[in-house]
């Protein structure tokens, strides 16, 4: 499977004591999932080069960061070196999630249609900016969209054929 497919969990930014520990600076909503004894992850390196298979053999969450430990490394001088690398999964291995929910990679690069079916352009982007998501509509001329993820406004979302309908509130455009 292509290295871009896979989905990013977290990223080492230190080890942790000499027991080969080290921290993980999480880049998942799914930490406590990701991380629990016995998942497999990859580790990826930054530049190039081919990923490591591991398996945690143990985590906990320290501040903003989880502290693991990975089975078969023991001390600082083996995970010394893998500072810096992603940890990832592969696509398959993804987190189920609740009804009206999605993946960010699901939902960017679907076409927007208006419930009367006018096309208004392309999901580029999608922020969190507060209590809400937006999402960030590439329009065929003039400036980007900003649609905001409510009930009132996304009517529909087609994650297979890369379709959302819309319902737009006085004024979005």
Same mark, same amino acid.
């Given at each position: ?9 977290? &990223? ?10 080290? $921290?993980? @600076?999480?880049?998942?909503?799914? /930490? #406590?999932? %990701? ?35 990975? &089975? ?10 893998? $500072?810096? @690398?992603?940890?990832?999964?592969? /696509? #398959?291995? %993804? ?47 003039? $400036? ?7 009930? #009132? ?21």
């Amino acid at each position: 499977m292509a290295e871009e497919r896979r989905l990013n969990v977290g &990223k080492i930014v230190n080890t942790h004591g000499i027991r080969g520990e080290v $921290k993980v @600076w999480p880049t998942t909503d799914f /930490p #406590d999932v %990701r991380f629990r004894s016995g998942n497999r992850l990859l580790l990826v390196p930054p530049e190039s080069g081919e990923p490591v298979e591991v398996v945690v053999q143990s985590s906990r969450e320290q501040s903003n960061v989880f502290i693991v430990k990975l &089975k078969g490394f023991d001390n600082i001088n083996e995970v010394e070196k893998y $500072k810096g @690398w992603e940890l990832k999964v592969e /696509p #398959d291995n %993804r987190v189920e999630l609740e009804e009206g929910e999605y993946y960010v990679r699901d939902i960017v690069g679907c076409s927007v249609l208006t419930d009367e079916g006018e096309k208004l352009g392309t999901i580029t982007d999608v922020l969190s900016p507060g209590a809400n998501d937006v999402w960030v509509v590439k329009r065929p001329k003039g $400036k980007e969209l900003l649609l905001p993820v409510i009930d #009132d406004v996304v009517l529909d979302v087609d994650v297979p054929g890369k379709v959302v309908k819309v319902r737009l509130m006085e004024g979005l455009l």
